[in-house]
T-cell receptor, first 114, second 114 residues
Framework: DAGVTQSPTHLIKTRGQHVTLRCSPI?????VSWYQQVLGQGPQFIFQ???????GRGNFPDRFSARQFPNYSSELNVNALLLGDSALYLC?????????????FGDGTRLSIL | AQSVTQLGSHVSVSEGALVLLRCNYS??????LFWYVQYPNQGLQLLLK??????LVKGINGFEAEFKKSETSFHLTKPSAHMSDAAEYFC????????????FGTGTRLTIIP
């Protein structure tokens, strides 16, 4: 079975631009979470969506938004990009969540801001 | 609130030697604990998890970890290191409050010396 897939794999943008990252969860998984991993650090939680509803939000500015579609795929949108947004963005999916179901991660989208 | 501390950002061991990666957590409620491994230019792969029950947890690739509530620790061990174990290792904690937010440590880079 296919794992979590993310697109694109790499992206280069300039400051002030907008970006959309996409994620397809493992078949049957209804929960999708997004994380930001800055070089040399652990991933930081951005959002979780379950059944198309936002279930959790991390400490990120309103420039970050996300949504989940009826097929459980998800998009992460970032507006007014800053140099500090350069990072690896990871998507993770899990089966209906109770907190102890492991999250399965994609290989991420590496976003570089010039 | 929850947090994770990984002692030692870099650990080097000889091939065939014991691997010990340290993780201490802080959580106001019973935690769920995870170890993930990240190879270069890849996402995170689950090694093992602790939710409830047996405190000694066995994972993939010969790794295991022991949950010690009294020490708030969840250290990762492997009896005999292999060259393929060279990677970044992340300890993470979560609990169930309606979302599955994972809080990660800063990671430990494991180097294997031939």
């Amino acid at each position: 079975d296919a794992g979590v897939t993310q697109s694109p794999t790499h992206l280069i943008k300039t400051r002030g631009q907008h970006v959309t990252l996409r994620c397809s969860p493992i078949s049957g998984h209804k929960s999708v979470s997004w994380y930001q991993q800055v070089l040399g650090q652990g991933p930081q939680f951005i959002f979780q969506y379950y059944e198309k509803e936002e279930r959790g939000r991390g400490n990120f500015p309103d420039r970050f938004s996300a949504r989940q579609f009826p097929n459980y795929s998800s998009e992460l949108n970032v507006n007014a990009l800053l140099l500090g947004d350069s990072a690896l963005y990871l998507c993770a999916s899990s089966s209906p969540g109770t907190g102890h179901e492991p999250q399965h991660f994609g290989d991420g989208t590496r976003l570089s801001i010039l | 609130a929850q947090s994770v501390t990984q002692l030692g950002s870099h650990v080097s061991v000889s091939e065939g030697a014991l691997v010990l990666l340290r993780c201490n957590y802080s959580s106001s409620v019973p935690p769920y604990l995870f170890w993930y491994v990240q190879y270069p230019n890849q996402g995170l792969q689950l090694l093992l998890k602790y939710t409830t029950g047996a405190t000694l947890v066995k994972g993939i690739n010969g790794f295991e970890a022991e949950f010690k509530k009294s020490e708030t620790s969840f250290h990762l061990t492997k009896p005999s290191a292999h060259m393929s174990d060279a990677a970044e290792y992340f300890c993470a904690v979560s609990n169930y409050f309606g979302n599955e937010k994972l809080t990660f440590g800063t990671g430990t880079r494991l180097t294997i010396i031939p």
